[in-house]
C-alpha cells in the first residue's frame, strides 16, 4: 500500500507532494496529531459484567471443546476503542478461561507473560514448569514469561478464572515467540503445596539462603502463587493499623527483590470499606481491574460503572478513577507501571 499522497494548491509543491508519496516519505509539515499536551489515549474506559462472562463462558463450555484454536477455551475482552482487536487494553490482554470437570489444557509456553486470577470457585491446578499451582478464590498465578503452562481441573465442578497477559506490549515489540510442550498430554499432578511456595512461601520475609543467589538473573518473582489467605490478612491487618483509614492497597511483590512480580505487569490489591470513597487518582499506563468482593461504584474518567464481584473493568491511560464502595470492595488490578517506570515515562497525579 502507498504512503498517504498529500495534497497543495500550489503546482510544484503538489509535484513535490507526489514525488514524496512514490518515494514512501511524509512531509512533518503537514502532519497533526503526533504531539499532544497529554497522551492521546485510544483505549477506552468499559466493563465486562461477571455475571454475563460466567454464563457466556459456560455455554461455550457446552459446546466448545477445549482443542479448538490455541488449545485453551479463552474469551478476550475486547475493547471497544480498540479497532477490533482482542486486546482490553492497548498494552495488556484480559479474558476468562473456563474449564470442565476433567478437561486439561495442554503445555505451550510463549514470551508474553501471563498471570491468572480467579474470581470464584476452585479445584483446578496450573502447572508452571512442571510445578502444580492449585487454584482457589482470590489466588493470584504467574506464569512468567517462558514458562511452560498447562491446566487442568480434575473437580467435580467447572471451573473459570481471568487471564491477562503482556501480549500487546509483546506483538507491538515484535518479540512474540510461541512454543508447543514437550508432550501433548496434559500432566494431572495436584500436589496440595508447589515447589515454588515451599522454597518461597515459608514465611514473612523468610528466604532460602540456598536459594538466594540463583534467582538474581531472573526478571519474575520465583514465587509463582500469592494465597487469599495471606492477601486478606495483609489487608485486614493494614486497616486496623490506622483507624482514620478508609482503604488501602497491597502490591504483590518478588520476595527476592522487592520489586513488581514480573517485569511488564504490577499487581495490585485494594480494599475500600463500605460506604467509602477511594482517593481519586490518575497515572500514565493502563489498569485492568477485576472485584473479587463487594460493589459499588467504579469512576472512570467521564463514565461511572455499577460494579460487582466478578465484573472486569479498564481504566486507561491518564484517566481519572475513584472507587465507591457500597459494600466492602476488594479490587485486583494489574497494570503496565513498571514498563513505563523502567522507561522513565510514569506520571501519577492525586487529583
Ligand atoms: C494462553 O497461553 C493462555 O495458557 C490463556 O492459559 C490465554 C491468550 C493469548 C495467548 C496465550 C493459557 C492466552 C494465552
Not at 471443546?65 to 478476550?76: K, M, N
Not at 538466594?212 to 494465597?227: D, F, M
Not at 499506563?285 to 464481584?309: D, K, M, W, Y
Not at 465484573?311 to 488490578?333: M, N, Y
Request: proline share 8%; charged share 20%.
Amino acid at each position: 500500500m502507498g504512503t498517504e499522497r498529500f495534497t497543495s494548491e500550489e503546482d510544484d509543491v503538489q509535484t513535490l507532494y507526489n514525488d514524496l508519496a512514490d518515494e514512501h516519505l511524509q512531509p512533518l509539515w503537514e502532519l497533526t496529531g503526533l504531539l499532544t499536551h497529554e497522551p492521546a489515549v485510544s483505549t477506552q474506559p468499559f466493563r465486562w459484567s461477571g455475571r454475563t462472562l460466567k454464563k457466556l463462558a459456560a455455554r461455550s463450555g457446552e459446546l466448545i471443546p477445549i482443542d479448538r484454536g490455541g488449545d485453551r477455551r479463552v474469551l478476550a475482552c475486547a475493547n471497544p476503542g480498540l479497532q477490533g482487536a482482542p486486546f482490553a487494553t492497548s498494552t495488556m490482554w484480559a479474558a476468562v478461561q473456563f474449564l470442565n470437570p476433567s478437561e486439561g489444557a495442554p503445555p505451550h509456553r510463549h514470551t508474553p507473560a501471563a498471570l491468572r486470577f480467579v474470581l470464584e470457585g476452585e479445584g483446578a491446578w496450573t502447572l508452571v514448569d512442571g510445578d502444580p499451582l492449585h487454584m482457589a478464590t482470590g489466588d493470584l498465578v504467574l506464569t512468567p514469561s517462558m514458562t511452560f503452562h498447562e491446566h487442568h481441573n480434575p473437580g467435580a465442578q467447572p471451573m473459570m478464572w481471568m487471564d491477562v497477559l503482556d501480549l500487546p506490549m509483546v506483538a507491538a515489540l515484535d518479540a512474540v515467540f510461541f512454543e508447543e510442550g514437550p508432550t501433548e498430554q496434559v500432566d494431572t499432578r495436584t500436589d496440595p503445596l508447589s515447589s515454588s511456595e515451599q522454597h518461597w512461601g515459608g514465611g514473612p520475609g523468610l528466604s532460602p539462603v540456598r536459594h538466594l543467589g540463583k534467582n538474581a538473573a531472573a526478571p519474575h518473582s520465583p514465587l509463582l502463587a500469592y494465597r487469599w489467605a495471606d492477601t486478606d490478612r495483609a489487608l485486614s491487618r493494614l486497616l486496623d493499623s490506622d483507624s482514620s483509614a478508609s482503604e488501602t492497597t497491597l502490591r504483590f511483590t518478588n520476595p527476592f527483590s522487592g520489586g513488581d512480580v514480573m517485569p511488564t505487569m504490577r499487581c495490585q490489591m485494594q480494599r475500600v470499606l463500605a460506604g467509602n470513597q477511594s482517593a481519586p487518582r490518575r497515572q500514565t499506563g493502563s489498569q485492568v481491574c477485576a472485584v473479587l468482593h463487594g460493589n459499588g461504584v467504579i469512576h472512570v474518567g467521564n463514565t461511572s460503572f455499577p460494579v460487582e464481584s466478578g465484573d472486569i473493568v479498564v481504566i486507561p491511560s491518564w484517566h481519572t478513577w475513584q472507587i465507591r464502595a457500597d459494600a466492602e470492595l476488594d479490587l485486583f488490578s494489574v497494570s503496565d507501571a513498571p514498563v513505563l517506570e523502567s522507561l522513565g515515562l510514569y506520571r501519577e497525579t492525586a487529583e
